[in-house]
C-alpha cells in the first residue's frame, strides 16, 4: 500500500475531484525544477511564481591556462547599462535593456516597448587575481577576463634528454 497517490508518474485522479495535495506538490516541484534545469540562462523570457518575468542572457565560461572567461549574450544592451562589481569574491554582472519601437502609418499606430533587467553573481575562483579583470563589450556580446595569480597558471616544464 502507497501513501503515494499516483502510480507510474500518472496521478490517481477521477474525473470531478481536487487534486490530491501531494499530488500537486509533486507537479508543482516538477514545473519548478524542470524551469530551473531546463536552461537557466536562456535569453527568453521566464515566469516566476506571482506572473513577474525575468531576463537572463545566455552565458559561455571557459578556461585557459592563464586566465578564466565569461561571455554573455545581452543583445540590445548597451554598454553604458552593464555593471560589472566585486565584493569580497564574488562577481556581480547587471545590466537592463529597453528597447521601444513605433510606426506610423495613415491608418494606424504601431508601438512596442521591452523591458527587462538581469543579475548574475558568481563566485570567483580562489585564483584569479582580482586586479587584473578586463570586461569589453562588442556586438551585444560581453566578455569578461579574469586572469589566474601567477602561483595558480600552469608552467611547462621542458623534459631535456642526455
Known amino acids: 500500500m502507497s501513501l503515494i497517490p499516483w502510480r507510474g508518474g500518472r ?3 477521477r474525473a470531478g475531484e481536487a487534486e490530491h ?31 513577474e518575468h525575468a531576463w537572463a542572457p545566455r552565458a559561455e565560461l571557459s578556461e585557459t591556462d592563464k586566465e578564466y572567461a565569461i561571455r554573455l549574450e545581452v ?7 552593464i ?7 564574488m562577481l556581480t554582472i547587471k545590466g537592463e535593456k529597453s528597447e521601444e ?9 504601431y ?8 543579475s548574475r553573481t558568481m563566485e570567483l575562483p580562489a585564483n ?7 570586461a569589453k563589450f562588442k556586438d551585444g556580446v560581453l566578455t569578461v577576463k579574469l ?12 623534459v631535456k634528454t642526455d
Not at 555593471?83 to 569574491?89: E, F, H, Y
Not at 586572469?147 to 621542458?158: H, T
Request: no cysteine.
Open 11 to 13: 496521478p490517481l485522479v
Open 21 to 51: 495535495p501531494l499530488a500537486q506538490m509533486r507537479r508543482q516541484m516538477d514545473e519548478l525544477f524542470g524551469r530551473f534545469f531546463h536552461d537557466p540562462w536562456s535569453t527568453a523570457l521566464m515566469e516566476w511564481p506571482g506572473g
Open 75 to 81: 543583445p540590445g544592451v548597451k554598454s553604458e547599462d
Open 83 to 89: 555593471d560589472l562589481t566585486i565584493s569580497g569574491n
Open 101 to 109: 519601437k513605433e510606426e506610423k502609418n495613415k491608418n494606424y499606430l
Open 111 to 118: 508601438s512596442e516597448r521591452h523591458f527587462g533587467t538581469f
Open 128 to 134: 584569479v587575481n582580482p586586479e587584473k579583470i578586463d
Open 147 to 158: 586572469q589566474k595569480a601567477p602561483e595558480a597558471q600552469s608552467k611547462r616544464i621542458a
